[in-house]
């Protein structure tokens, strides 16, 4: 009986050394998996922000109208940082909005850079208040811009 025990105990399927190197093969894979981190997203060419952001008011006549609306504005970022050629694109309700948005994103100053900036694209919803509707996308992957009463 003593002799079929330690038959038992000292019956091994696997040798030592392939135990030792397959507990370190399977070590080394969780560890890898375990401290593995998703690669952080390369910057994005067209995602600029400003440095300063003047907050455009809401028109006297709107805000007592309680009206809501959108502007989506098309300008361009020079070298220095400042904002040129402004246009509005498309503004809903049409013309309630646009001078007071651009009269705001003329004073947005952005980071001064070799080339400067083509091209760029902004919406500004205006909005009353909490219960106001959600504004619309009036033109789509550009920076929206909530601005209240």
């Known amino acids: 009986m003593f002799k079929r025990i330690n038959m038992l105990k000292n019956h091994r399927l696997v040798n030592r050394p392939a135990q030792i190197i397959a ?13 593995a981190a998703p690669e952080p997203p390369a910057p994005k060419e067209d995602s600029i922000h400003p440095q300063i952001r003047i907050e455009p008011r809401y028109p006297i006549q709107a ?4 009206i809501d ?5 098309k300008f361009d970022i020079m070298k220095d940082g400042s904002v040129m050629n402004i246009t509005v694109i498309k503004s809903v309700p ?9 009269r705001a994103l003329k004073q ?4 001064a850079s070799d080339n400067g900036a083509q091209d760029q694209h902004v919406q500004l919803d205006f909005v009353m208040g909490r219960d106001s509707p959600k504004p619309k996308n009036l033109m789509k992957d550009i ?6 009463q």
């Open 23 to 35: 507990s370190i093969a399977a070590g080394m894979l969780l560890s890898s998996v375990a401290f």
């Open 63 to 66: 805000a007592k109208d309680k």
């Open 69 to 73: 609306g959108s502007v989506v504005l």
């Open 94 to 102: 049409q013309g309630i909005f646009d001078k007071e948005s651009r």
């Open 108 to 111: 947005w100053k952005y980071q």
């Open 143 to 148: 920076e929206r811009i909530k601005v209240k």
